[in-house]
């Protein structure tokens, strides 16, 4: 029975194992820059959530404040600490609410609380705030475009 060198047994082994990283490591790497890809998309997403957060949370202070469609777009942009961001929704509605939680009527917020909503409604205002921005992609991804719109939006109600 002949046995081979331990030199060459190695050899051999190293040879085998090079080639098995030359294999796999375009898939390792692929793997690497698709995870981080959609961590950018997860946490862009993150970002524009709290954009219109802030931006909302400015105007649903007061009610003058929700009349400041400036203002709750300029808070927006200044509270993300990422490029490209863009405000086209700022706003507010007011509505005549029901004690069941419906919403029947849309009034103009001009008009004073008292004589907007007859008896048993009673106005509710709320503010609307929509942040904007594109992503683009590190890399070509079959199926998935290479530029994202990506919107989030924040609803809350103003205190009278």
Known sequence: MTTTPLAHRRATESGAALVEL???????????????????????????????????????????ASADAAGMQSIAI??????????????????CAMADGSFPDTVLCSTPSATACPSPKFRVITVTVTARATYSMFARYPGIPRTLTIDRSSVMRVTE
């Open 22 to 64: 030359v294999v796999t490591l375009p898939v390792l790497v692929a793997l690497l820059v698709g995870t981080a890809d959609f961590a950018r998309v997860f946490y862009t997403s993150i970002e524009l959530q709290n954009a219109a957060r802030a931006g909302a949370q400015y105007g649903a202070s007061n009610l003058g």
């Open 78 to 95: 200044s509270s993300v600490n990422i490029s490209g961001v863009t405000v086209p929704t700022a706003g507010r509605v007011c509505q």
